[in-house]
């Protein structure tokens, strides 16, 4: 069975034209390996590609947390929103998002982001998640 399969792929290949001169499969034949001076400008493009998205996302932590501050839960939530989106993340803020869900009754979201927090290693989000499941229970 295995010799008809590789029969069918060799067959197949040889149909499209893909077999060099010396019988072998060639994959990409424009392939060129990156020199030095390429390489590292793109590890410098990445580079600075990572440091802005940690800029913004400081910047909008920073929003988020001058929003709790003062106990504005939904701006705290919106703000969190833009700084999570950049790839970054800080284990507490999502514990502070479940607190923030939880003062606006919306136990789900609450129980979501306390799960997220244990799973990166927040883990006084834990007893918050129990308490939380018996908010839930009495809010209903």
Known sequence: MKRILIMA????AMSMGSFAQNGGIVINSKFRPLSYEQ??????????????????F?????EAYKRL????YEGFIYYS????????????????????YEKLHKYRKAKKEYKK???????PAI??????????????
């Not at 792929?9 to 197949?12: F, K, Q, S």
């Not at 929103?81 to 923030?100: E, F, I, S, T, V």
């Open 9 to 12: 792929l060799l067959l197949g």
């Open 39 to 56: 390489l590292e400008m793109h590890a410098q493009a990445e580079y600075a590609r990572q440091m802005q998205n940690k800029e913004g």
């Open 58 to 62: 400081e910047y909008y932590k920073a």
């Open 69 to 72: 501050q003062v106990l504005d």
């Open 81 to 100: 929103d833009y700084a999570l989106k950049y790839g970054w993340y800080n284990d507490k803020m999502y514990y502070d998002r479940g607190q923030a």
């Open 117 to 123: 927090a244990i799973k990166v290693g927040y883990y």
């Open 127 to 140: 007893q918050a998640l129990e308490k939380c499941k018996e908010n839930h229970k009495r809010w209903r």
